[in-house]
C-alpha cells in the first residue's frame, strides 16, 4: 500500500500486515491483538495499547506510544518516541 495515512484498529484479538509506505502510521490496540508492519515505512506513528498487543513497523520520525498492559513495540532505529508506559510492556525506538 502506498497511503497518506494507514490505521489499524483491534478490539478483542487480531492480527494485521502491511507493506508499503505510509506518511502517518495510527495503530490502537484494545485486548490481544498483533500489527506486523516491518516491511511498512512511515514517517510518523500513534501507538495506543490497552492490554496485551504487538507493533512492529519501521518509523523514520516521531512516535507517540501510549501503552497500559503488557505489550511489545519496536518501531525501529530511526524513530524518536514520546512513551507513556504503566505495565510490564517494552517499547523499543530510535537507535
Same mark, same amino acid.
Given at each position: 500500500?502506498?497511503?497518506? /495515512? ?11 500486515? /502491511? ?17 506486523? +508492519? ?11 495499547? /490497552? ?11 516521531? /512516535?507517540?506510544?501510549?501503552?497500559? +498492559? ?26
Amino acid at each position: 500500500m502506498q497511503v497518506d /495515512a494507514a490505521k489499524f484498529s483491534i478490539a478483542g484479538s487480531g492480527t494485521a500486515r /502491511a507493506s508499503g509506505t505510509a506518511r502517518d502510521l495510527n495503530v490502537e490496540i484494545a485486548g490481544s491483538g498483533d500489527v506486523d +508492519g516491518t516491511r511498512l515505512q512511515a514517517k510518523s506513528a500513534k501507538v495506543e495499547i /490497552a492490554g496485551l498487543g504487538s507493533v512492529r513497523a519501521v518509523v523514520d520520525g516521531p /512516535a507517540k506510544v501510549d501503552m497500559m +498492559g503488557s505489550g511489545d513495540v519496536d518501531l525501529g532505529p530511526r524513530s524518536r518516541c514520546t512513551i507513556s508506559k504503566m505495565g510490564t510492556g517494552s517499547v523499543r525506538c530510535g537507535s
